[in-house]
């Protein structure tokens, strides 16, 4: 089973449109979560950290289900600037390194 | 803003070759990491690094893979003997504390091509 599961996608939405991923994660010893950002053939950019309670930056919105080890991204009023592959990442081990996942391509249609 | 640098952007060596990948985390931070994307797929995590040793480092991390932190800013991945399967972007990340929260800074990327 993946480390880390998501919907590739593809994504596409008209600007203004309120669009949701999902992700799954394996090992319940994960111990801290995010999502990133990546531009194609970029490098990874943090989004936002997740935390149990959910959280919220602007437009953007985490929420965390421990039980069901399932972290979610809302985005609202999508921008054509949101375009980009949406990967979630889950840390743990004793070194704290990352596992992604494959990540979910979303496309903003102006 | 701070940011982790990487050079060379872009390296095309024949197979066999030995490469070294080079990075400049950022001044303050106490924990790096390489990983690799090939092309199409997932980042996957190589290998993590603080006090002078390796912490941890995943199956990818083989005997061909080292990592030095030579001085007080470098951090280097060597691949001893390329072969075409090593062909991918790498990224190398920092983090400063050990809190598991800390987020890790990713460097622009090598895009590796091996020939």
């Known amino acids: 089973r993946k480390e880390v599961e998501q919907d590739p996608g593809p994504f596409n939405v008209p600007e203004g449109a309120t669009v949701a991923f999902n992700c799954t994660y394996s090992?319940?010893?994960?111990?801290?979560f995010f999502w990133y950002r990546q531009d194609c053939r970029k490098e990874p950019k943090l989004l936002m950290s997740?935390?149990?309670s959910g959280n919220e930056d602007g437009r953007f919105t985490a929420q965390l289900n421990r039980a069901s080890q399932y972290i979610s991204l809302l985005i609202r009023d999508s921008k054509l600037s949101d375009s980009a592959t949406y990967l979630c990442?889950?840390?743990?081990?004793?070194?704290?390194?990352?596992?992604f996942g494959t990540g979910t391509s979303l496309t903003v249609i102006p | 803003e701070p940011e982790v640098t990487q050079t060379p952007s872009h390296q095309v060596t024949q197979m066999g070759q030995e490469v070294i990948l080079r990075c400049v985390p950022i001044?303050?931070?106490?924990?790096f990491y390489w990983y690799r994307q090939i092309l199409g797929q997932k980042v996957e995590f190589l290998v993590s690094?603080?006090?002078?040793?390796?912490?941890?480092k995943s199956e990818i991390f083989d005997d061909q893979f080292s990592v030095e932190r030579p001085d007080g800013s470098n951090f280097t991945l060597k691949i001893r003997s390329t072969k075409l399967e090593d062909s991918a972007m790498y990224f190398c990340?920092?983090?400063?504390?050990?809190?598991?929260?800390?987020?890790?800074?990713f460097g622009p990327g090598t895009r590796l091509l091996v020939l």
């Open positions: 990340a920092s983090k400063a504390f050990r809190a598991i929260q800390e987020t890790q800074y």
């Open positions: 090992n319940s010893a994960s111990q801290s």
């Open positions: 997740v935390y149990s």
């Open positions: 990442v889950v840390n743990r081990g004793t070194g704290n390194q990352f596992y």
């Open positions: 001044s303050n931070h106490l924990y």
């Open positions: 690094f603080y006090n002078n040793e390796i912490s941890e």
